[in-house]
């Protein structure tokens, strides 16, 4: 694929309710057929090509969100191969849409047939499009259905001009500038071959004009395909216009049909989304190990540090570091938050806290303002309170830490017990010593302490210390009795010789001494 020229259109956030582009109303069609039929084998996957995904959203939810902001009276999509998958993604993503099927693969003249059936009747314009083109916008959409309305045209394609125009079929213009005919690489001669300007496939039609070509092409190749661009050629036999639109962005126009065209994708579209973010505001180090999903909302002066993704709808305030190293999906992170080599997901992040390093947010996780996860600390459903710090080497599942508590070093709160997962409050102000075990379901109350080693499994009343755990015994001799012949036994016996040549050694001293007195 040769190398489009610079841009930095970002595609509409992957929804069924995105906002319509200006001039979306006035560009309203009867219907937007979007084929997604075919088999993407050369994906080599169980899973459907366009299930898979670029900047963490389906290939096939960028052309469903696409056509859904031009506000059609019919949004179609013609599925066949793994239809199964499809239709079901379509049902999580675009529940408005309409599936027609295609069995038998023919060619996508025969898929827009497929698509048409049942819809009646229409009137004004109908749009083909694909759903393996994700950089494909609804403002370009837009652009081709006003051009075609413009020029009274029956057919108007989409077109780009490439580099490298090796394998796409060219765009043969007349003396007056219209579309004379669609040549395919292979069928095309020298002077056609040298031609940059060429057919992405998408197309805007008479609904008149489609539906009567349709009548009118035959399987005429190799293939016994039926092709839409043989519309093209009923539709210049019958003297009515063809005509072009012409973008400068060839990635609008590339579809995905394997996983080095996939990566590509993805590297473009990000490139093109950190482009944006760095221009509104956002530090972004290392742009080439940052990865940002189109659904992620960045504020103004939040850095984001090599090595980081973030995912999903997570959202990012004012002055918050991210990174490096870490990883978030679908959290919030509250002004002026650090968070580094950290995991994160489904939680929030308070305004002024800290996160990690190597801490692991799970869902449910709510950091107050202020607070602190640190090193080596996993939390899940835990609600820790503003000021509240754990930080370092703990577990806090099914946790409620008031405001300003302080969870020592190697603390567990121990939330199942291998039937009921049960929850733990830790109060106001109340500290827990290292090395705790909390066994939930206990409620420490506010300004309490438990002892460093304490396994708890009892309520701790405000102001109370806690110690939880047996008397210190030491067994003199233990150690040559019962591993004797060890090195840790050779040790020992070394260790109590020196003590006792130094308690003798003191023991003369004072002799002398008292001789010497006498």
Same mark, same amino acid.
Request: proline share 3%; with cysteine; aromatic share 4%.
């Given at each position: 694929?040769?190398?489009?020229?610079?841009?930095?259109?970002?595609?509409?956030?992957?929804?069924?309710?995105s906002p319509s582009p200006a001039g979306a109303a006035e560009a309203q069609v009867a219907a937007v057929v979007v084929l997604a039929a075919g088999g993407g084998t050369r994906m080599k996957?169980?899973?459907?090509?366009?299930?898979?995904?670029?900047?963490?959203?389906?290939?096939?939810? +960028?052309?469903?969100?696409?056509?859904?902001?031009?506000?059609?009276?019919?949004?179609?999509?013609?599925?066949?191969?793994?239809?199964?998958?499809?239709?079901?993604?379509?049902?999580?993503?675009a529940p408005h849409a309409q599936t027609a099927v295609q069995d038998q693969q023919r060619g996508t003249a025969h898929a827009v047939q497929c698509g048409l059936e049942g819809l009646g009747?229409?009137?004004?314009?109908?749009?083909?499009? +694909?759903?393996?083109?994700?950089?494909?916008? !609804?403002?370009?959409?837009?652009? #081709?259905?006003?051009?075609?309305?413009?020029?009274?045209?029956?057919?108007?394609?989409?077109?780009?001009?490439?580099?490298?125009?090796?394998?796409?079929? =060219?765009?043969?213009?007349?003396?007056?500038?219209?579309?004379? @005919?669609?040549?395919?690489?292979?069928?095309?001669?020298?002077?056609?071959?040298?031609?940059?300007?060429?057919?992405? &496939?998408? +197309?805007?039609?008479?609904?008149?004009?489609?539906?009567?070509? #349709?009548?009118?092409?035959?399987?005429?190749?190799?293939?016994?395909?039926?092709?839409?661009?043989?519309?093209?050629?009923?539709?210049?036999?019958?003297?009515?216009?063809?005509?072009?639109?012409?973008?400068?962005?060839?990635?609008?126009?590339?579809?995905?049909?394997?996983?080095?065209?996939?990566?590509?994708?993805?590297?473009?579209?990000?490139?093109? %989304? #950190?482009?944006?973010?760095?221009?509104?505001?956002?530090?972004?180090?290392?742009?080439?190990?940052?990865? /940002?999903?189109?659904?992620?909302?960045?504020?103004?002066?939040?850095?984001?540090?090599?090595?980081?993704?973030?995912?999903? !709808?997570?959202?990012?305030?004012?002055?918050? /570091?991210?990174?490096?190293?870490?990883?978030? /999906?679908?959290?919030?992170?509250?002004?002026?938050?650090?968070?580094? =080599?950290?995991?994160?997901?489904?939680? %929030? %992040?308070?305004?002024?806290?800290?996160?990690?390093?190597? !801490?692991?947010? =799970?869902?449910?996780?709510?950091?107050?303002?202020?607070? @602190?996860?640190?090193?080596?600390?996993?939390?899940?459903?835990?609600?820790?309170?503003?000021?509240?710090k754990v930080p370092h080497l703990t577990y806090a599942g099914d946790a409620l830490i008031g405001e300003g508590a302080n969870i020592g070093a190697g603390t567990i709160f121990a939330n +199942?017990?291998?039937?009921? @997962?049960?929850?733990?409050?830790?109060?106001?102000?109340?500290?827990?010593?290292?090395?705790?075990?909390?066994?939930?379901?206990?409620?420490?109350?506010?300004?309490?302490?438990?002892? !460093?080693?304490?396994?708890?499994?009892?309520? /701790?009343?405000? &102001?109370?210390?806690?110690?939880?755990?047996?008397?210190? =015994?030491?067994?003199?001799?233990?150690?040559?009795?019962?591993? &004797?012949?060890? @090195?840790?036994?050779?040790?020992?016996?070394?260790?109590?010789?020196?003590?006792?040549?130094?308690?003798?050694?003191?023991?003369?001293?004072?002799?002398?001494?008292?001789?010497?007195?006498?």
């Amino acid at each position: 694929m040769s190398a489009p020229q610079d841009q930095n259109q970002v595609q509409p956030t992957p929804a069924s309710d995105s906002p319509s582009p200006a001039g979306a109303a006035e560009a309203q069609v009867a219907a937007v057929v979007v084929l997604a039929a075919g088999g993407g084998t050369r994906m080599k996957s169980s899973r459907s090509k366009l299930l898979h995904e670029v900047a963490g959203h389906s290939m096939l939810s +960028y052309a469903v969100s696409a056509a859904t902001a031009m506000q059609p009276e019919h949004l179609v999509v013609v599925v066949g191969h793994q239809r199964e998958q499809v239709e079901a993604h379509l049902g999580e993503i675009a529940p408005h849409a309409q599936t027609a099927v295609q069995d038998q693969q023919r060619g996508t003249a025969h898929a827009v047939q497929c698509g048409l059936e049942g819809l009646g009747e229409l009137h004004g314009e109908v749009v083909v499009t +694909y759903a393996d083109v994700p950089m494909l916008t !609804a403002e370009t959409l837009t652009e #081709l259905v006003l051009a075609h309305r413009s020029a009274a045209n029956a057919v108007t394609v989409l077109t780009a001009t490439a580099s490298d125009p090796t394998g796409y079929g =060219r765009v043969v213009r007349d003396a007056y500038d219209s579309v004379l @005919k669609i040549v395919e690489h292979k069928d095309a001669s020298e002077d056609e071959r040298a031609i940059a300007e060429i057919n992405s &496939g998408i +197309y805007v039609f008479d609904a008149d004009a489609l539906r009567h070509g #349709l009548t009118q092409i035959t399987p005429n190749n190799a293939q016994n395909e039926l092709y839409l661009t043989d519309i093209i050629g009923v539709a210049r036999a019958e003297g009515r216009p063809v005509g072009a639109h012409l973008i400068d962005d060839l990635w609008q126009t590339e579809g995905v049909n394997d996983r080095v065209q996939l990566s590509r994708m993805n590297a473009e579209m990000n490139r093109r %989304i #950190l482009d944006r973010w760095m221009r509104a505001g956002v530090t972004v180090v290392d742009p080439a190990t940052t990865w /940002v999903h189109a659904t992620v909302d960045l504020s103004t002066d939040v850095t984001l540090l090599p090595g980081t993704s973030l995912e999903g !709808a997570t959202s990012v305030a004012s002055g918050a /570091v991210i990174g490096p190293d870490t990883t978030l /999906v679908d959290v919030e992170v509250g002004e002026r938050a650090t968070v580094t =080599r950290t995991h994160a997901s489904l939680s %929030i %992040i308070g305004a002024d806290a800290a996160v990690g390093p190597f !801490a692991y947010l =799970r869902p449910g996780t709510v950091l107050g303002d202020a607070g @602190k996860i640190g090193t080596f600390v996993e939390t899940k459903n835990a609600r820790i309170g503003a000021g509240a710090k754990v930080p370092h080497l703990t577990y806090a599942g099914d946790a409620l830490i008031g405001e300003g508590a302080n969870i020592g070093a190697g603390t567990i709160f121990a939330n +199942y017990d291998g039937v009921t @997962k049960s929850t733990t409050e830790v109060g106001r102000y109340s500290f827990v010593g290292s090395d705790s075990v909390l066994v939930a379901p206990v409620v420490i109350g506010d300004g309490a302490y438990v002892a !460093a080693g304490s396994t708890v499994t009892g309520d /701790v009343a405000s &102001g109370q210390l806690a110690v939880a755990r047996g008397q210190q =015994r030491n067994i003199n001799g233990w150690v040559a009795r019962k591993r &004797g012949g060890t @090195k840790t036994a050779d040790a020992a016996a070394a260790a109590g010789a020196a003590a006792a040549a130094a308690a003798a050694g003191t023991t003369d001293t004072v002799t002398s001494v008292e001789e010497e007195q006498a």
